[in-house]
Structure formats: C-alpha cells, structure tokens
C-alpha cells in the first residue's frame, strides 16, 4: 500500500470491514485482494477525496465490482 494520510487510512479499513461483511470474507482477505490487483493504490487512495463522500452501498458496489472485473472476487 502506498504511503497515505491518517484520514486515508482510516477510511481504507472502514471499506475493508464493510467488503468483508458483504462479501462474507475476512478483512485479511479482502485486503490481500485490494492491495493484489492494484485497487488499493490505484483507485481507492488516489480518489479518497471524492470515494469518501459516497454512500456505503455505492461504495461497496463499486468496488465488488471492479474487483470481479479484475478477477479477485467472484
């Protein structure tokens, strides 16, 4: 994971404990998923300031989303 702020990082495991609880995964996994298919560093960090805004169930969506796209979730 790429160096990030305090709020970031926050914000981070706030999303890992919600994918975790839909997706029936443990945060551990979900996280290896995010960080391994470049989720992590490429979207969520470097659009925190819009990502953050957003509602829960968009957030969780979108990003299950991307992660089936990029073949890490089924």
């Known amino acids: 994971m790429t160096a990030c702020s305090e709020k970031e990082l926050v914000f981070c495991v706030f999303l890992i404990h919600?994918?975790?609880e839909?997706?029936?995964?443990?945060?551990?996994?979900?996280?290896?998923?995010l960080t391994d298919s470049g989720?992590?560093?490429?979207?969520?960090?470097?659009?925190?300031?819009?990502?953050?805004?957003?509602?829960?169930?968009y957030l969780v969506d979108?990003?299950?989303d991307?992660?089936?796209?990029?073949?890490?979730l089924v």
């Open 18 to 20: 919600i994918l975790a």
């Open 62 to 64: 979108d990003i299950t």
């Open 66 to 72: 991307m992660m089936r796209e990029r073949g890490v």
């Open 39 to 57: 989720i992590m560093d490429e979207y969520i960090i470097p659009f925190y300031d819009v990502l953050h805004t957003l509602g829960d169930r």
């Open 22 to 33: 839909h997706t029936g995964l443990t945060p551990p996994d979900i996280y290896q998923r």
